[in-house]
């Protein structure tokens, strides 16, 4: 084009592409640089479950698994859910997530708190692509560990949650997902503490199988897996104590996640408190063939041991990975 100035236009356009990359902030312009972000969107990319890490004494936070072609990763802009802001009810640790994925969204609860001294409550916050949340706000009060179950029959309180409260299991239940209702103590362990691990229908036995943390203090405190089978979850009035089926060598485990595949092949994603020196969580891999009999079948670490010395969010702790649960409800 005559009389077009080329090199001005190029200069231009480099500054342009300078100041996009560095003064904007990084969600503006992270479909441009992120072709992992890109790639989930574009439906490249499945997410696979959550887990909450943190890093040098910094809060828990909560992140994201995504799997390509079979292979499992971080998602590389993790963590994907951070404690809330200054006075809110969540603004120094958010954990403990489970989610809930229908045709429509995905339901993420997890357990927050503004301070130890004043307790855990669980929350919710809703996504599209199972990356990017909304948060709705406090769901549930005085609690911790949410395991949720959705009835796919059509009927009252299709929405089911067990839930940790000083020390024992505890259920509610909801017909919207938000507001929940008639809290009731369903589970006492005489010999310890329940920490909430997951749920899973056996179809075959015709029953669930609720898994559980049995923390147990003889001098030292350890957590056992623990088992427990029930036949109606939304009639749950009392559950009797699990049969322990899994430890680690005086180091603490506790049965956060737990999937299945037909009949015969069960993967528990088990948290291990105390692996090392500097560290204080990392996951392992259990399996078992009728979900009574465990096994380790890994040697480091599903997450991989984190490492003390990294800048990294989760560089200290690893934990609480649990798959994501797809139920057929609109």
Same mark, same amino acid.
């Given at each position: ?13 480099? &500054? ?17 640089? +992120? ?7 574009? /439906?490249?990319?499945?997410?696979? @479950? ?12 909560? /992140? ?51 301070? *130890?001294?004043? @307790? ?20 549930? /009060? ?29 259920? &509610? ?8 209702? *008639? *809290? ?43 088992? &427990? ?35 015969? +092949?069960?993967? @528990? ?39 003390? /010395? ?17 139920? *057929?409800?609109?």
């Amino acid at each position: 084009m005559k009389g077009f100035r080329w090199g001005l236009f190029y200069s231009l356009l480099i &500054t342009l592409g300078v100041y996009i990359l560095w003064v904007l902030p990084w969600s503006s312009y992270a479909w441009i640089v +992120d072709p992992q972000t890109w790639l989930v969107e574009a /439906g490249q990319y499945s997410v696979v @479950g959550y887990y909450n890490g943190s890093y040098k004494g910094h809060y828990y936070q909560i /992140g994201v698994l995504l799997e390509k072609d079979g292979i499992w990763e971080k998602y590389n802009r993790n963590p994907i859910l951070s404690q809330g802001d200054l006075g809110t009810w969540n603004s120094r640790h958010v954990k403990d997530p489970y989610a809930v994925r229908t045709s429509k969204l995905y339901y993420l609860y997890y357990a927050g708190t503004a301070g *130890e001294e004043r @307790g855990y409550s669980i929350g919710l916050a809703l996504s599209n692509d199972g990356i990017r949340y909304d948060e709705v706000g406090e769901v549930v /009060g005085n609690g911790s560990f949410p395991v949720v179950w959705v009835e796919e029959e059509p009927g009252p309180y299709q929405w089911n949650m067990l839930f940790a409260r000083n020390g024992s299991l505890w259920y &509610t239940h909801s017909d919207d997902s938000r507001n929940w209702t *008639e *809290e009731r103590l369903v589970l006492t362990d005489s010999r310890g503490t329940v920490i909430p691990g997951d749920l899973v229908w056996v179809a075959e036995q015709g029953v669930f199988r609720f898994y559980y943390g049995l923390r147990i203090c003889n001098g030292k405190c350890y957590d056992r897996m623990v088992y &427990t089978d029930f036949s109606n979850i939304r009639e749950l009035e009392k559950l009797e104590e699990g049969v322990v089926v899994l430890d680690h060598d005086n180091l603490s485990v506790t049965p956060r996640g737990i999937s299945r595949r037909g009949t015969s +092949d069960w993967i @528990g994603y088990i948290t291990v408190f105390g692996a090392s020196e500097g560290i204080r969580e990392y996951i392992r891999i259990a399996s078992s063939e009728d979900g009574k009999i465990w096994n380790w079948t890994d040697e480091i670490g599903f997450l991989g041991l984190p490492n003390p /010395g990294a800048d990294r969010w989760d560089a200290i702790s690893a934990e609480n990975f649990v798959p994501v649960k797809e139920f *057929e409800v609109e």
